[in-house]
């Protein structure tokens, strides 16, 4: 007999792990609409220097304010397109507990629970979906706005701590690269971003067993007990 044989079935159709969503919710609702925000803020205030301004001298400002305004107005629009398909995801985020709510005779009726059923298994895969969609949105956004940080300190004049701020914006890039594209070599990928597979076997027995008391405070009693 297989694995698959031996699995039972679920009830209801859950994220993996069950609070990725929650990320996804604080990804588009709260630093994308900040980054986003920046971005335009900058744009703004680099339109007005002398090497995008006629009317003030060349000198005034970075020397490649073109290519960061580039970069920034695509960083921000794509923070603004993860909001709204995080936003969009948002709407099909629902819980079973919230099916079961709104349908309470699916505590009663066999069709109305697979009804139910199949809704939350639905709802599931099209946040999951939209989800994608802003996670890929939001880290290529990041890129842009790494780099247009980049550019903006390029100095006409360089001094050692505009080395640093513009090594440091462009070590961020090159990693924010590497983390969402490469991922190479494996290892040290799961090393810096470590998921279930990585730390089961060390975590696994460290769980204690649950004694009959624990196992009856949590788990509803067999119908022969």
Do not use: C
Request: no cysteine.
């Amino acid at each position: 007999m297989s694995r698959h044989d031996l699995k039972k079935p679920q009830v209801w159709k859950h994220h993996d792990p069950v609070g990725k969503f929650a990320m996804v919710q604080g990804m588009g609702g709260v630093v994308a609409p900040l980054l986003a925000g920046f971005s335009l803020a900058t744009i703004a205030v680099l339109v007005t220097t002398g090497w995008l301004n006629a009317s003030k001298p060349s000198s005034d400002g970075p020397p490649h304010a073109d290519l960061a305004v580039a970069a920034l107005a695509v960083a921000a629009t794509s923070f603004l397109l993860t909001m709204e398909f995080t936003f969009i995801a948002s709407r099909y985020a629902t819980t079973p507990a919230e099916r079961m709510d709104w349908t309470p005779e699916a505590a009663l009726d066999r069709d109305v629970l697979q009804a139910a059923r199949v809704a939350q298994a639905m709802d599931r895969v099209l946040a999951d979906s939209f989800a994608y969609r802003a996670r890929w949105l939001y880290n290529g956004g990041l890129m842009f706005f790494l780099a247009g940080l980049g550019v903006i300190a390029v100095p006409q004049r360089w001094t050692p701590p505009l080395v640093v701020a513009v090594s440091v914006a462009f070590l961020a890039l090159i990693f924010e690269v590497w983390a969402v594209l490469l991922k190479w070599p494996r290892r040290w990928h799961a090393a810096i971003f470590p998921a279930y597979r990585q730390v089961r076997a060390r975590i696994s027995p460290t769980v204690d067993a649950l004694d009959e008391v624990s196992r009856r405070s949590v788990m509803r009693p067999e119908p022969d007990e």
